[in-house]
């Protein structure tokens, strides 16, 4: 009788060397990984925006706040749920600020990244919901590419398997970093068994999350930040099950794993964003200058942004308005830029600064009492004209031969849908 081998006919091998040396500079593949998941969500959410109206390398200025936020609250999230490790007793403090030594929370990454994507949308004049869904399948991409440091650095591993894809893994030294112990003929060191490689199956999901939003988003035309909810319902669904396979060490709230409790709450959060909110697809045209400056020929490059950038540097717009998708359908073909409501020019500001403010102007023009919106055109005629004031005469006098029809038209199907300041 012959036995069947105890030992596996198959396993996936893990690297021994996590830093290479260039000189005095440590080469980390944990932060290559991490630079290159942020090059990938970089080019994802550049092509969206562009697509949804928003000039060419609005991404970067994105990332310029976005990217160290989202690193510092990766940090401050670990810290915090594992404050043993640097307070109390044998704690360290100063280690909280070793971010090169590993310890990062994709809870306070999303976070803090979300807080800097915020300051530059203001800046840039673009919703922040507009910036979130186009990071929606770009987001789930770079964490897939991240979870190769793991790989490398040999962490986030499940228990014991003897399935074909079992992940060797090594008994790293604590006393050099990144390399693995090494015997006395000089061989890497291995963990006795196999392992699931969980770093691999979120690797897995993150992409399938990726091509589920990207599915989603086309079909249905999700806006004001509802592929991002999906996202991170996706994300959130994977990350309940495999964060309860693994057997690394973390904090735990009655027997459970502190990220499964976060998963969890988080999934619910989004759940209830996406079945709450509805609204369209949100696109932009620019506000006060052409992103673009028009050629010699007279052709507006702005017209098509992802395609016609290249010969003319680009100047990026004041800010941007929200419109319909049929009205930026029609700038795309045109050049024209679609109607401003009236509400949105009316009031002090003459800068295009009134278009950061819609819920004081629809809130001006918009009451139930008749007298109140008959109000906002003034007692100055010229006023009336400014506005589009009820007194056709007050129209004809200003807008010409048939324009008081566009104007009327201008009131009721050009007004652009509901936008985030």
């Known amino acids: 009788m012959t036995l069947a081998p105890m030992t596996p006919l198959a396993a996936m091998p893990s690297p021994s060397t996590a830093v290479w040396q260039l000189g005095p500079v440590p080469i980390r593949a944990y932060a290559l990984c991490i630079i290159a998941g942020i090059v990938v969500a970089c080019v994802v959410t550049e092509y969206r925006l562009r697509r949804r109206g928003v000039a060419p390398g609005a991404v970067l200025d994105i990332a310029v706040w976005a990217v160290p936020a989202g690193i510092i609250g990766a940090r401050i999230y670990h810290v915090i749920t594992s404050p043993e490790k640097y307070f109390g007793d044998g704690g360290q403090p100063l280690k909280a600020f070793a971010i090169w030594e590993g310890g990062l929370g994709i809870w306070g990454a999303v976070a803090g990244g979300a807080v800097g994507a915020w300051i530059a949308a203001r800046q840039l004049g673009i919703p922040l919901t ?177 395609a016609r950038e290249a010969g003319a540097a680009t100047v990026a717009p004041e800010g941007y308005r929200v419109v319909t998708e049929e009205q930026f359908r029609a700038y795309r073909e045109t050049g024209a830029l679609p109607p401003v409501e009236p509400a949105a020019t009316d009031g002090p500001d003459s800068d295009g600064a009134a278009t950061d403010r819609p819920d004081s102007d629809r809130a001006a023009t918009d009451g139930d009492d008749p007298t109140d919106r008959a109000a906002t055109g003034g007692d100055d005629p010229t006023d009336r004209a400014a506005t589009g004031g009820d007194d056709p005469t007050d129209r004809a006098a200003t807008d010409g031969t048939g324009e008081a029809e566009h104007a009327g038209r201008a009131d009721t199907g050009g007004r652009p849908a509901d936008r985030d300041s």
Not at 183 to 188: E, F, N, Y
Not at 241 to 266: F, P, S
């Open 130 to 306: 507009v910036v979130a869904d186009a990071l929606a399948p770009g987001l789930p991409l770079a964490q897939a590419v991240g979870r190769l440091g793991n790989w490398f650095n040999n962490e986030l591993y499940g228990g014991r398997t003897s399935l074909p894809w079992g992940l060797e893994v090594h008994v790293m030294d604590p006393d050099n970093p990144g390399h693995a112990l090494r015997d006395d003929a000089g061989s890497p060191v291995l963990q006795p068994g196999l392992y699931h490689p969980t770093f691999l199956y979120e690797l897995i999901w993150n992409v399938g999350v990726a091509a589920l939003v990207l599915i989603l988003d086309r079909k249905l035309r999700l806006g004001r930040g509802r592929a991002f909810a999906l996202y991170v319902m996706g994300y959130t669904a994977g990350r309940f099950w495999i964060e309860l396979m693994r057997t690394d060490e973390a904090n735990h709230i009655l027997g459970v794993r502190l990220n499964v409790w976060t998963a969890a709450l988080v999934f619910l959060g989004a759940l209830a964003y996406f079945v709450r909110v509805r609204g369209p697809r949100e696109y932009l045209v620019p506000v006060g200058e052409p992103g673009v400056p028009v050629t010699a020929a007279g052709d507006v490059s702005q017209v098509d942004l992802s």
